[in-house]
């Protein structure tokens, strides 16, 4: 199995901050990576596709980068609606497995 | 907009089948991948497997996470607009939010159920 690492497993942040989540693989997994948003107590939400691609209707102040075995999720500006956690996920090769998710707050 | 909803009972014994179904609502089974993940603190977002649903044939190709695959079967009823999981044998690590959705070209995952929790306890 791809093992996907995100760094950091927690975060808190201020309104207004640029924030950047990472997320390593175990190998080269090229750009078949997505990001999600997991709200408390709600399912996961797709917000980047192929890496770098925006779903449509996510706010543009979601970026996603990276390709081969590192990868990050910018925010910027953090609003307090994007308190929740992140979860990066790869499908260059199943089974298709989840990053641990990093837990984001507001300061 | 298409809509998913799990259900199925929440709570099993050790040993018994886990059974559960996504009913899918404002699309069509057909040509999609449909898939279950679960969620547990321990273990973090699971893929168990998908069903994809050509619509050629009445019947889809599966693919199953291999820790669960001996114990795993998802299926189609295309009659109506469902999809389920049946998980034999269950443990007490088998505890964890269950989502049903739906998965694009094989790849993103953009529609999902709400979750339905299921607990196994003796």
């Known amino acids: 199995d791809i093992q996907m690492t995100q760094s950091p497993s927690s975060l808190s942040a201020s309104v207004g901050d640029r924030v950047t989540i990472t997320c390593q693989s175990s190998?080269?997994?090229?750009?078949?990576l997505n990001w999600y948003q997991q709200k408390p107590g709600k399912s996961p939400k797709l917000l980047i596709y192929?890496?770098?691609n925006l779903e449509s209707g996510v706010p543009s102040k979601f970026r996603g980068s990276g390709s081969g075995t590192y990868f990050s999720l910018t925010i910027d500006p953090l609003q307090p609606e994007d308190i929740g956690t992140y979860f990066c996920?790869?499908?260059?090769?199943?089974?298709?497995?989840f990053g641990q998710g990093t837990r984001l707050e507001i300061k | 907009q298409e809509q998913l909803q799990e259900s199925g009972p929440g709570l099993l014994k050790p040993s018994e089948t886990l059974s559960l179904t996504c009913t899918v609502s404002g699309g069509s089974l057909r040509g999609y991948y449909w898939s279950w993940i679960r969620q547990s603190p321990g273990k973090g977002l699971e893929w168990i497997g998908y069903i994809y649903y050509s619509g050629r044939t009445n019947s889809g190709r599966t693919n199953y996470h291999p820790s669960l695959e001996s114990r795993l079967t998802i299926s189609l009823d295309t009659s109506k607009n469902q999809f389920s999981l049946k998980l034999r044998s269950v443990t007490a690590a088998d505890t964890a939010i269950y989502y049903c959705?739906?998965?694009?070209?094989?790849?993103?995952?953009?529609?999902w159920g709400q979750g339905t929790q299921v607990t196994v306890s003796s």
């Open positions: 192929d890496a770098s």
């Open positions: 959705a739906r998965q694009t070209g094989g790849s993103l995952f953009n529609y």
């Open positions: 996920q790869q499908y260059n090769d199943l089974p298709i497995t």
């Open positions: 190998q080269d997994i090229g750009d078949y």
